[in-house]
C-alpha cells in the first residue's frame, strides 16, 4: 500500500484521534503518523507486516489503545513505556522474544495480550501494573511461572498452550486474581499445591490439558477450598 492510499485514513484520524491501518500490507510503521502525534487516541495497525516500531512510538503521549496483532515484530522499543494514557496493548501473533523493562511503567495498561508469540520467560515487568486486568500469555513457549509473581494485579491470566512444568506457590499473593487459565501444559498434579488451591483468591481454574486427570484434581489438598470460592462466584453471577 502506498502513501497515497495512507492518506484519506490520516485525514480522518486528524479529527476522530482514531486511525484504522488494519490489513493494508504495511511492511514497516507509517512515518505519516507523525502528524497524529499531538491527539492519537486509538491506532489499529493490526494484520499487517510490520517488523518494527520506532522509538517515535513513545512521543504519542495521549494513545488509549495499540492494537499491532498479526505483524511480524521480534521486539519492542524501551519508548513504549512512555505511554502513560495506554489502556489496552494487542500484540498476539507477533514473534516477541522478549519485553522491555519499560513495559512496567504503562501505570494505565488494563488489557496486555500477548498471545502466539515467542516469549520463553514470564514476563515479571508485569507485576508493576497496577491496573491491570486482563493478561494473555497464550501460545508461547512459558516452562514455568517464577517467584515474583505474587505482586501481579491482573484478575485474568491465560497461560494455556505454553509449556509449564511448575508453578511458583506466590501465584497465592496475587491479591485480584480470580481466573486462571492453564490448559495445554505440562503440569502434574503436584504443581497444584495446597497453598495455591486453598489460600489464593482463585474462582475459575481451569486445567484441561495437563499430566493429572479431574478425580486427581478433586483429591487434591485444598481443592475443597477453591470450590468454596467457585461456588461463591458462580451465585454472584446469577
Known amino acids: 500500500m502506498g502513501q497515497n492510499s495512507i492518506k484519506p485514513h490520516i485525514e480522518r484520524a486528524e479529527k476522530s484521534g482514531v486511525c484504522q491501518l488494519a490489513n493494508m500490507s504495511l511492511s514497516e510503521f507509517p512515518p505519516e503518523l507523525q502528524r497524529l502525534i499531538r491527539n492519537l487516541r486509538t491506532l489499529d495497525l493490526s494484520g499487517n507486516k510490520i517488523p518494527s ?3 517515535l512510538i513513545g512521543q504519542f503521549e495521549l494513545l488509549k489503545s495499540i492494537n499491532l496483532n498479526a505483524n511480524r515484530l521480534t521486539s519492542l522499543p524501551e519508548d513504549v513505556g512512555k505511554l502513560k494514557k495506554l489502556e489496552t496493548l494487542s500484540l498476539s501473533h507477533n514473534r516477541l522474544l522478549s519485553l ?12 496486555l495480550t500477548l498471545s502466539g508469540n515467542k ?4 514476563p515479571l515487568q508485569v507485576c508493576e501494573l497496577r491496573h491491570l486486568d486482563l493478561l494473555d500469555l497464550s501460545q508461547n513457549s512459558i516452562d514455568n511461572i517464577p517467584d515474583g509473581v505474587g505482586k501481579l494485579q491482573t484478575i485474568e491470566l491465560n497461560m494455556n498452550q505454553n509449556q509449564l512444568s511448575a508453578i511458583s506457590e506466590t501465584i497465592s499473593e496475587c491479591p485480584r486474581l480470580k481466573v486462571l487459565r492453564l490448559e495445554e501444559n505440562c503440569l502434574q498434579i503436584s504443581a497444584l499445591t495446597q497453598r495455591v488451591l486453598e489460600n489464593s483468591t482463585i474462582s475459575l481454574l481451569v486445567t484441561d490439558g495437563n499430566l493429572f486427570d479431574m478425580k ?14 467457585y461456588t461463591a462466584a458462580k451465585k454472584k453471577l446469577f
Open 100 to 111: 522491555p523493562a519499560s513495559l512496567s511503567k504503562l501505570s494505565a495498561l488494563k488489557t
Open 216 to 229: 486427581q484434581l478433586h483429591d487434591a489438598p485444598g481443592y475443597e477450598k477453591y470450590m468454596e470460592r
Open 53 to 55: 516500531l520506532p522509538a
Open 119 to 122: 516469549l520463553q520467560r514470564f
